[in-house]
């Protein structure tokens, strides 16, 4: 399946190339700041219509129009985000990406992610390694909090999260080496595979957004949770933590102490 997923999202890219087509219908969802592009959907309807030919049985999960709605374990799940990073690629047409993640009983099965602006293609297989362009990616090695460069995204620090977890990420953010934030958060997970960065915060995630990813993760041995021990992986919206297992297990204290 995963060579499926490859010649499925390669295709699909090809959608995505023309800049003249990219900034056409643009439109909004929760709010002013929400877009999305007829691209968005026209990728959804291509991944599901080749996913349903091919696979009958499967279920397809996506951003834009949940084909299925509900997704019973004993089902191969397809969970596809067909553009991940739309403000980028509709304002500066870099760092997005498609991205799928295969799943099976509770499991990642399969993960493949394209960054087709910088022609990196990431893939996974559980049990037989990650990959970015067919070069393995190697287990992550342990690294301190004080030299990890994080993803954090500065809205974090000013909406959303309560005053008790704005101060624990403010001192996050003062005891790490740097914070980087790509704005795709499938690449930024994809990232912490490749050693670009050590970790990745995120207070709402939907699970298009790392299904395929998390098999990344954990072919390189690094940790992939809810950043908060009472939100759980794959409801509609989640906070997320993932990180070499060191800086993982630091941040993930830090977050979850008694308050
Ligand atoms: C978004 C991006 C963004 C992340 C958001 C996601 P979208 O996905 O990954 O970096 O912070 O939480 O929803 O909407 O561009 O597919
Ligand atoms: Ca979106
Ligand atoms: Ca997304
Ligand atoms: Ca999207």
Known sequence: MKDQAIAFITEAAHRLYDPAIRKL????????????????FAVQRMLTKKIKETYPTHFVVGEEGRHDKSTPENVVTWYIDPIDGTTNYVHQYMNFAISIGIH???????????????????????????????KKLHPRRPVDLSRAIIGFNARWLVGRADATTKEVFANIVRDVRATRSYGAASLELAYIAAGRLDAYINMRLSPWDYAGAMVLLSETDAGCAPLFDHDTLFKDSCSMLAGEKNVFEDIYQRCNADQ
């Open 25 to 40: 219908d643009i439109d909004t969802k929760e709010d002013a700041d929400d877009l999305v592009t007829e691209n968005d």
């Open 104 to 134: 099976y009983e509770g499991e990642g099965k399969v993960g493949v992610i394209y960054d087709l602006i910088a022609d990196e293609l990431f893939s996974a297989v559980q049990g037989e390694g990650a990959y970015l362009n067919g």
